[in-house]
């Protein structure tokens, strides 16, 4: 997304364009933040993959601390929950 030709925020998709996708970052430059930016990048995001996932695909996210209400507006669910674990990370710094 840019404004007056700068780059102020970007939003990727990342996955095998089938069964899986996963929208891996959302992100708007500090400055411009709760100004309706990251709504219009995930309005896009949502309409793409309405477009693109079929019916037994799978979408995930990984929220930020304390954006689980933004991501819970577009259908999300918080893990864990009674379906489903509270999920895992791994960020190696050596192998």
Do not use: C
């Amino acid at each position: 997304m840019r404004q007056s030709g700068q780059l102020v925020g970007m939003a990727r998709v990342v996955g095998d364009g089938g069964l899986a996708f996963y929208i891996q970052d959302v992100i708007v430059i500090e400055r411009l933040r709760g100004q309706g930016y990251g709504k219009r990048l995930m309005d896009e995001v949502m309409a793409f993959l309405h477009a693109t996932a079929k019916p037994g695909s799978v979408i995930g996210l990984m929220a930020a601390l304390g954006k689980d209400e933004f991501y819970s507006r577009y259908g999300f669910n918080r893990r864990p929950n009674e379906f489903q674990g509270g999920g895992m990370t791994q960020f190696p710094s050596e192998w």
